[in-house]
């Protein structure tokens, strides 16, 4: 969809061209925009809304067409609640709300929902939210069904009302940020949505390698034999029973001065997890097809980053493997050496995220990283502590944490924090080899942690757990292509310096 930033003024609405206009009611109370649109029709507005019986709680919704005295044939009017100031998170959901309500016959439509105040975000946030948002809300994976919608019952373009001419650069330097964001998760979602028998290890290196094409992000793939030189025997213990090598893929995209230190991101990218020898149950194991949601989500980073120009080097790393069960596969007890040289008995062949996380992280260290953060669907025990709202942030480093708890909360992605205290580290004791590669019962999420916690000492280091918050299930099941905004945010506050 075609986005823009224009000035209009309130006053201007009721004679401007655009097929729809968006207003909200705050509560019972009108906008600014939407008090303009009522006056110039004498009160129609106010009156539809009070005989609709729309209270305005954020995300409802009502469609006004024809209204007389105005111009657009639809009045959209969004709840926005009637808190002094907008939560991010009723923001998030009546921008969403408003443009999934939009009819998309009506062509083109005009937001004046920049006007609303937003806990936090100025008016140029909220137009970067606002295009983030409406990309997010118009997303659609429908690759694989025959019928598709025809381009006519598609919104084609929304225009982004600002009131202030002097804004207007500014403005429209949020919005093409906001758009780097949206296309950059919806890059994610895509992959992430992609079957498990289309994305192989080989189609992430694949899509690496396209993201490099033009040459701003320099792209190098490593196959099975490279890796096996490396030492990286513990992520080929992950792809040993599968038909489709291991891939270990490297992002380089220097955006700062040659020799600033690169920020590194890490993603787990298993794209099918049966759990190997270590066979999963049956009942919705379909979902693991988006194990590779944290791979995912740092080429949505890069391919972001390289769109906006961010002065900052960051360098992209995904660990890509099958977990296959087969008579080539690990068994549980198998002890394998990691590139770090510390032994791993293997001791549950479902817990393998770590398994190729460890050798990366170990593999990074070349880069003499600022920091490292790897992003990975680890544990299903971080789905039960956290559900699906928030990531679980794990670091030894209280600044960088907050740093990463923070850039979440600026753009409603948020991140939890959980320990990563020594005193976890003996539930990973192994009686044969330097550690086993689970912990037990108990602090799931925080044992595999731990676990990594034993390869990222050379380095300040952050590790994201986004088990629950990298998809949906049930009726909108789907990748959501978080954490892309929380890391786009953490990137671009410190090229800001
Ligand atoms: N990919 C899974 C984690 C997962 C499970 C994510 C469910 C989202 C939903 C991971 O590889 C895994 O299987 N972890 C095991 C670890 C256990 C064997 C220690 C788990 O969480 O059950
Ligand atoms: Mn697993
Ligand atoms: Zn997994």
């Given amino acids: 969809m075609d986005l823009a930033v224009a000035v209009v003024a309130p006053q201007a609405l009721a004679e401007d061209k655009t097929p729809a206009i968006i207003v909200a009611a705050r509560g019972k109370t009108l906008s600014d925009s939407a008090a303009a649109l009522d006056a110039a029709s004498s009160g129609a507005l106010a009156a539809a809304l009070a005989s609709a019986g729309f209270d305005g709680k954020p995300g409802q919704t009502l469609a006004l067409y024809a209204l007389p005295g105005i111009k657009a044939g639809l009045v959209l009017v969004v709840g926005a609640g009637d808190a ?11 921008v969403l709300a408003a443009v999934k309500a939009l009819p998309g016959r009506m062509g083109k439509a005009l937001s004046t929902l920049a006007e609303l105040p937003v806990a936090g975000r100025d008016v140029n946030e909220r137009i970067s939210d606002q295009a983030r948002f409406v990309l997010e809300a118009g997303y659609r994976f429908d690759e694989y069904k025959s019928k598709k919608p025809a381009a006519g019952d598609l919104l084609s373009k929304l ?33 992430g949505n992609q079957p498990g028998n289309v994305a192989y290890p080989g189609y992430l290196a694949e899509m690496a390698r396209a993201i490099g094409e033009d040459g701003d992000v320099k792209v190098e793939v490593m196959g099975e034999e490279e890796l096996r030189k490396l030492g990286m025997h513990c992520l080929l213990s992950v792809s040993a029973g599968s038909q489709h090598d291991a891939q270990l893929v490297t992002l380089n995209y220097q955006g700062g001065k040659a020799k600033d230190a690169p920020v590194v991101l890490v993603g787990k990218g298993i794209t099918f997890d049966t759990g190997g020898i270590s066979l999963k149950p049956g009942a919705g194991m379909d979902e693991m097809k988006f194990d590779m949601c944290g791979a995912a989500s740092v080429l949505g980073v890069m391919a972001a980053i390289k769109l906006a120009r961010l002065k900052l080097n960051v360098i992209g790393v995904i660990a890509c493997a099958e977990n296959m069960p087969s008579g080539t596969a690990t068994r549980p007890g198998d002890i394998v050496k990691t590139m770090s040289g510390q032994t791993v008995e293997i001791l549950n062949t479902d817990a393998e995220g770590r398994l190729v996380l460890c050798d990366a992280l170990t593999y990074v260290e070349r880069f003499k990283p600022a920091v490292v953060v790897d992003i990975a669907t680890l544990t299903g025990a971080c789905v039960v502590a956290l559900g699906k709202v928030a990531s679980g942030l794990f670091s030894p480093q209280d600044e960088l944490a907050e740093e990463l708890l923070a850039a979440g909360q600026r753009v409603d992605d948020r991140a939890w924090r959980l320990p990563v205290w020594d005193d976890y580290q003996e539930l990973l004791d192994s009686p044969f080899a330097d550690i086993a590669n689970i912990g037990g019962p108990t602090a799931g999420s925080i044992t595999a942690a731990c676990y990594l916690a034993r390869f990222t000492k050379a380095y300040s280091w952050a590790h994201l757990d986004i088990a629950g918050t990298a998809w949906l299930s049930g009726a909108q099941k789907g990748a959501t292509g978080r954490p892309v905004p929380l890391l786009l945010e953490f990137l671009r506050a410190r090229a800001a310096g």
């Fill in 84 to 94: 002094a100031e907008i939560s991010l998170q009723a923001w998030h959901k009546l």
């Fill in 159 to 191: 225009t982004l009302a600002i009131a202030d001419k002097a804004g207007l650069k500014a403005a429209k330097d949020a919005l093409v940020w906001g758009q780097c964001i949206g296309t950059g998760q919806s890059f994610a979602r895509d992959l």
